[in-house]
């Protein structure tokens, strides 16, 4: 697996309403539009919900989620699942990656 950190000045969504939960959750889509592909959130619950996510340039997850800084430089179709208990789950999703 090659890494691949997301472009300087690039964007994730990340569920903020959900910051505090636990576990933490990761999922990284292509790159289009300006953004990273990374989609973030705390908990148990996912949603596709346009409104789940918040936009926030990768230089700002430091603020909110300094534990995930490790895991942005994983590539497309991966995801990864983390806990305050040392938990760590890192896979690959093929579903993730469009042709």
């Not at 691949?4 to 576990?23: D, M, R, V, Y």
Request: aromatic letters at 14%.
């Amino acid at each position: 697996m090659k890494p691949s950190e997301p472009k300087a000045g690039s964007k994730l969504g990340i569920a903020l309403n959900t910051l505090g939960k636990q576990p933490i959750n990761g999922l990284r889509h292509n790159s289009e539009n300006g953004t990273s592909g990374w989609y973030i959130w705390c908990g148990e619950e996912y949603s596709d919900d346009e409104h789940f996510y918040s936009p926030l340039h990768v230089e700002h997850i430091e603020k909110y989620l300094p534990e995930i800084l490790e895991f942005l430089s994983l590539p497309v179709g991966y995801r990864f699942l983390i806990d305050n208990k040392g938990y760590e789950d890192i896979w690959y999703d093929a579903s993730l990656v469009k042709d």
